[in-house]
């Protein structure tokens, strides 16, 4: 490849290969700890060391790296900081999967010699989405890449852990929790995948042990049958006129011999079903609450496999569903079973497995979160951190403000173990930073380490701050906490984002991030979400292959309209790889258009319109992206705002229009001294709009930048433009003309004139821009005779007319069409459209098409009748103008 040129197509592959190595080897996003710049920071939401990029990754990295390349362009030391989550419960499940194809299961071969094999498939394959994130470009700082188990973090969690243990935070106790009997964990509320299916509701007469008047038994409804076996007690509303006379009277519990009292509770609905509720203590959220109240007994009756245990009596060792068939038969041979009725109920789900879970009964360890809450609610109340769009905050406060306990062990063995010893001999559990070696209740040493591990995200809450060295006091912590802004998606405003919050200002007396930006949730071109059971799943290193990173980049910039979902669609990336070569085009044309004696200095005195208005457009543009990202008052983060405007300037401005207007001062038509001038203009703005564009093309910027003459850095070193070219007045005059030009190739399109063939032009002036600029009007028009009329004069008469900045066009249209001929033709058009349009409507206006067919297949023949009539109008206003020249 010669020093100067480009190779004539780009091809991303080779290209972003070279730079991904450049930026890591030279360490692009590495901060100098003792610079005196600002400091900007973000640390990225750790993927799971299971995952692969995915549309979502790809989307929120893009944004991330958009950011941060963007502000060290603008001077600032700026830290992205990596890492990768353990993702307790998937990992395990991949390593477990692994092992059942040898034949073998992890209680098999213990627990040390598991974590040993989990830790190998880490090193082997955890690694994926870390390569996959390096090729989107991601310019994080690599040196400082972390993992929730890693030493640090590991020690963070027990330093968290252990204060909150000792303030009365975290406590152990026997509550109702999520558990999914085939991962053999319990699971938070945000675990578990509610989904509305449909279900049955079960109606069970229950005999009263002594009658009360005429009254002999209740009617409870039940979704769940068999967790009858674990009754204790039948509910009603002490207000409930019906029921008064029953409370403190026993129940017989049907299929198992035992007698339950009837309790009145101020929370049963006397309007829901039959105003009486069975209480199921061990297997009910709120039965459980209810039983705490009454102090009732507590049966738990199933395992850890939900199967029914020996509580249930005659049902021991049958599966729960198995078990609600054989309930239901007992309860209809006893003539029991009132009625069934068919009901939607809300089926929660694994998160994980997609196994139906159960609520029961568990000793487990909690956080007591409604201290940590309220403060972080306050901080968001008063702006410290601002959610951005700003209604997500709300979604934020609904969830705080009706916070429960956090369930934070899980009974699998892939995480951080729970920092707990259990005494044998007294009792007493022992909590430290360290393995202790005796208990501190007895100073026994007949000890044992508690055998959960926390919850996946009580490590990634301390996110922020573990990863910048806490509970050392570093110069990262000193330096970039609290973080500038935290990127996410709004499914884990609950997950993460909150707990992030409670816990950063907890530990650090700060929140830990200025803005949450909470981007778009992407679906496919009709507006469904993607999954893989619709074949509508778009592959992010499929479309990276495809056209190119840049491009694929571009594409979710450019769509990440706040609060509104992302409609992608493989088209949009392929109309933004057509966008890559247009740059690569004005590149290749920029570099051959460099003569031996080209300057990169100009003097303003000697540019004209053109230059000056281009100048002028590049400074409006770097304005527009700069207001768009950081928002300069109001909310920023607008990233479609932003490539928009980059589009318009690059495909519109520049290439369009700019590199026409300044063909014939390039080819040394105008004399060298304009030759000079408008190379410099050239290369100056093509310089200046890659670094605008960097952060959205990282890839192609960098290639073009290396190969223009006086780039003695990468782009990735370079700063953002700071020049102000202000040449509104020129601008002005430049645009008049370039109006008048759009509005003589009007005329030629809408009469259908050969683009080869010139017209002639008679114009009434409002001001003397177009005689200034006559020159390329003449050119750019296609103009053979460009005449200035005298005011006064009579108006040209079988002239097409248009208006342009008060200027009035006329073009004579006796030399350019046959009026009859092209009468026919849009007569032709006009019913070709029309007889498309008609059938279109009569689809539509079909209740059978339009009741049964999808709705976006409905709403597409729609926007096709709309496009339809607007072709329709413009063929007969053109028609009716055609005739308006016949006289």
Known sequence: MDEKTLEKTYEPASVEERWVNHWIDSRIGTPDLESKKPCFSM???????????HLGHALNSTLQDILARYKRLKGFNVLWLPGIDHAGIATQNVVERKLSEEGVTRHQIGRDEFISRVWKWKEESGGTIINQLKRLGASCDWTRLRFTMDEGLSRAVREVFTKLYKEGLIYRGDYIINWCPRCHTALSDLE???????????YMEYPLAEPVGEVTSLTVATTRPETMLGDTAVAVNPADERYKALIGKNIRLPLTGREIPVIGDDSVSIEFGTGAVKITPAHDFNDFEVSKRHGLPVLKIMDENAVLNGSAGDFKGQDRFTGRKKVIEGLKGLGLLKKIEDYKIMLGECYRCSTIVEPTLSKQWFVKVAPLAEPAIKAVENNETKFVPKGWENTYFDWMRNIRDWCISRQIWWGHRIPAWHCKDCGYVTVATVDPSRCEGCGGANIEQDSDVLDTWFSSALWPFSTLGWPDKTKELELFYPTSVLSTSFDIIFFWVARMMMMGIKFMGDVPFGDVYI??????????????????????LIMME??????????????????????????????YRNFCNKIWNL???????????????FDEAKLNEADKWILYRLTACKNEVSAAIDG??????????AARVLYRFV??????WYVELIKKDLKGERGDERKSASTAVLVRVLKDALKILHPFMPFITEEIYSYLPGADKTLSE??????EYRFGKEAGEMEAAMDFIVKVRNIRTELNVSPAKKVECRYYASGDTIRKLSDYVVDLAKITDLKEAPHGSERPKNSAYAISEGNEIYIPIAALIDIEVEEKRLKKEIDKVLAEYEGVEKKLSNEAFTGKAPKEVVLKERERLNALFESKSRLEAGLERLRSFKG
Not at 519 to 540: F, Q, T
Not at 587 to 601: H, K, V
């Open 546 to 575: 495809r056209y190119g990173t840049d491009a694929f980049r571009f594409t979710l910039a450019a769509l990440a309209a706040q609060g509104r979902d992302i409609k992608l669609a493989e088209e949009r990336v392929a109309g």
């Open 587 to 601: 590149a290749r044309f920029t570099l051959m258009n460099i003569g031996p004696d080209y300057s990169e200095a």
């Open 632 to 641: 300069n008052g109001a909310e920023g983060y607008k990233f479609d705002e």
């Open 43 to 53: 640390v990225i939401p750790p993927p799971n060391i299971t995952g692969a990029l």
């Open 192 to 202: 578990v995948q509610f989904e509305e299916t449909g279900g049955s509701l079960y």
């Open 519 to 540: 981007h778009a949730l992407i679906r496919d071109a009709e507006g469904r979400k993607m999954s893989k059971s619709k074949g509508n799943v778009i592959d992010p």
């Open 718 to 723: 370079a700063s953002y433009p700071e020049a």
């Open 651 to 656: 495909w519109n401005e520049l290439c369009d």
